[in-house]
């Protein structure tokens, strides 16, 4: 059965969702995306009955077949790590044998036997999210709702974590939702995501035709977009500035385009392409970064564009040089708002 | 360097202030006399009475005041600063208005009196009422700021997890706020055993150990009255040592 939101409007403290209409599928690993103070957490909460929608309706969730672990994982700072994990099990009177024998094989299968006994308030985040990811699958949830499950760890250790939500996933077969602000984290687990703005779902689908088109300018801002610019449209082209850019849109009042930077290419000559988009521009500055090299080109309006450390070295970039950069009409992407 | 040395010199003048009259106390009651006073059965007897009594008035504190707490520490609604007030009321108010205002409701002429026959001014539930209504605060106040340091999602996890809010609440929520409630507590009843102003208008009989010492004093002088006030502070300060010595290991 697949879980519904219907209608929900909640106002909850400095929070607020707004008409939110989501319908999550069984078995599905489902994302909800947003900046924080989205309310990302607040609907985590109604699914899971801690909360009262105002208006609205929930339905297709068994309330006793959850498992929630928020971000800093709450672990009961006055019991043991293993007592912790037995929470929900001596809850529901289990015999003493059986939560000790389901104990130790959970902490087998999560690899945090040696940490059973130790102080939870000791243990370092990944050991802590290890704990409480047993502690939720003690009572084998059919839904596991995750609230920013990675935000306390390093960045190494949160791309581990990754996979193991989805080996975790794969193994259970349950419904798992996931709530962050990291779209690289959304894009590697989601089947579906969400995206919620200011309270409300503004784009829901898979993740990657949510990353290629971004339904308005706030969602692409979201999901970092750069090179978003808005003006007049006027027989395909838009001004900017000053600047006319060939676009996809015969006329508008107001529109905004989005040049994605992986599709500009900058030379030193002008090319010989069909791509009618073809500036001189001035290298304004050079920015390194991990693995790419953001270049910005001032072209009348600042273009951003990563290349290569290889291609930065061959084209031997640096601020002031006049460059060419050429990007294709159908490589630009247009939002009416 | 300055600032450490005045700082240090400001704080040790509070504490001489406070030490030196109860070291002088002590040392002018001359331990043959204390003996002897300790073997006054009317002296012995007021100061159970007095730590009885106060027991009794922090035991029902845990049973009200820690409900209420949680509530006021919990929740936002209208009124709650006026609650607030109310219970902050009894540290400001002169405590022999409290007894005043205490007899309003629970004297002889009294609308509670009248309708249950029970007649309760000069007993030891009038002293451990009347410790109650004075000393409350410290154990509410304690137990509030307590639960406000607690992440309410500690408590909605264990809902999650198949917990009543009842469980919850008894096995993460209290659980976790013990210390605030036993310093509270023991700030409570500590409060409750120096009460004087609202005990000696409820009930000047049986008569508590500070009703004791005013009694002695008045009708016989200093001398008579140290050696009883000199024995409640040397018990009162065992049992306070003791009880923080057995919490700190209990940690």
New interface residues.
Partial sequence: MNLKLQKINKHFKQFVLRDINLEIQEGEYFVILGPSGAGKTLIL?LI?G?IKPDTGEISGVDR?K???I?Q?Y?L???LSAAENIA??LK??KMPKEDIKTLVAGLAVRYGIEHLLDRDVVNLSGGEKQRVAIA??MA?SPRFL?LDEPTAALDRNLRIKTRSMFLDLHKKTAATFIHVTHDFEEALTLADRLAILINGRVVQCGKPDDVFNNPGNKEIADFLGYRNVFGGVVKKGLIDLMGVSVAVPLDDAEFAYIAILSDDIIISKRRLQSSARNSFRGTVKDVINSSSLVEVVLDIGIDLSVDITRKSKEELNIKPGDPMWATFKVSSIKVFKH | MKFKIIFSFLGFLLVIFIALPIFKMLVAADPGTLVETAKDSEVYSAIFLTLRASLWATIAALLFGVPLAYILARNDFKGKKIIEGIIDLPVIIPHTAAGIALLTVLGRNSWFSKMSGIEIIGTEIAISLGMFFVSVPFLVNAAKEGFKLI?E??E????????TPW?AFL??SL??V?KSVISGSIMMWGRGISEFGVVVILAYHPVTAPVLIFERFQNFGLKYALPVTALLILISLAIFVIVRIFEDKKR
């Fill in positions: 909460e899971a801690l006793q959850i498992g929630f928020y800093d709450m009961f700072p006055h929470y929900g809850v529901k502690r939720a009572v709702l | 992440d999602r500690y909605k996890t264990a809902i999650t997890l198949g917990a469980k096995t993460v659980p976790m013990k």
